[in-house]
């Protein structure tokens, strides 16, 4: 007999747990029956604790850097306001010889940016995106830029205050960027890893004030060649003089089918 006020589940679980699930209470049939032995549970382990504490900090990479655009205003915050083209002139010209970190571009980069309005076919600024990354409510400006030696720019930038801040800059030899929820994710070749490639999750940073590469990973995607490790050619979007809005995926470079 189940104890009084006690639904007949409730007395089965009741029952299992003091037979330590051994057998099953009452009719056989439908009975609860034992799941075995439960795993020890492995916790994590130290290792060398008796290291000291670190006394300097790592590298700086720049994930965190932000820079206010100069020049770029932006009527009540709306990012679609502005002209993308117009952003990424207007840091050409703030950093007119700076090559390398988050406002490096390649030399004739920088020459066909500023040549995008006579030659738009050669315009290196692709067609904008937008989404709301940051949670504020409002959409950010992400903006793709091509390069040399098949490499992509992605930038990100925030209105506030009635102009835009810089809230990430990377460049590398791009497969894909995709839109997931508030995340931006790049997907990103590995030519020292025959076979994989890396992907990395870009999500805001309340703290920092910037999009930070919070998830990275390699992953598996066919099979290793033996040869020498190559870089898949992309298949990249012609330029779009006059964006368009769109919150579709990102149409960069996709990696070319291996040969046989």
């Known amino acids: ?14 029952c299992a ?31 060398w604790p008796d290291l000291p504490p670190a006394t300097d900090p790592p590298v700086d990479y720049g994930e965190s850097d932000t820079e206010r655009v100069p020049g770029i205003k932006v009527t009540d915050n709306d990012v ?23 406002d490096g571009l390649y030399e004739e980069t920088a020459r066909a940016i500023k040549a995008c309005g006579s030659k738009p076919a050669a ?10 990354l940051t949670g504020n409510g409002r959409d950010e400006l992400i ?16 209105a506030e205050n009635g102009g835009l801040t810089r809230i990430m800059s990377t460049v ?36 920092q004030h910037s999009m930070l590469p919070t998830r990275d990973e390699i992953v598996r995607v066919k099979p290793g060649r033996t040869g020498p490790p190559t870089v898949p050619a992309p298949r990249l979007v012609s330029p779009t003089p006059t964006p368009t809005p ?15």
Not at 143 to 158: A, E, F, K, T
Not at 179 to 195: E, F, Y
Request: aromatic content about 6%; hydrophobic content about 40%.
């Open 143 to 158: 903006v793709g830029i091509r390069m040399p030696d098949q490499q992509v720019g992605v930038r990100v930038y925030l």
């Open 246 to 260: 769109t919150d579709a995926p990102v149409p960069l470079p996709v990696p070319a089918e291996p040969s046989p």
């Open 1 to 14: 007999m189940r104890p009084r006020g006690v639904p007949l589940a409730a007395a089965g679980v009741l």
């Open 123 to 132: 315009c290196p600024v692709m067609r904008p995106y937008y989404r709301d």
């Open 172 to 207: 590398d030899q791009v497969i894909s960027v995709e839109l997931a929820g508030r995340d931006l994710i790049m997907r990103v070749s590995s030519a020292g890893i025959p076979g994989y490639e890396y992907r990395t999750a870009w999500s805001w940073d309340e703290q």
């Open 80 to 102: 679609r306001s502005v002209d993308a083209l117009a952003v990424v002139d207007a840091e050409v010209r703030a950093h007119p010889s700076t090559y390398t970190g988050a």
């Open 17 to 47: 747990l003091i037979l330590g699930g051994a057998v099953g209470c009452g009719r056989s049939e439908g009975g609860l029956k034992s799941a075995g032995t439960t795993p020890t549970a492995v916790g994590p382990v130290r290792l």
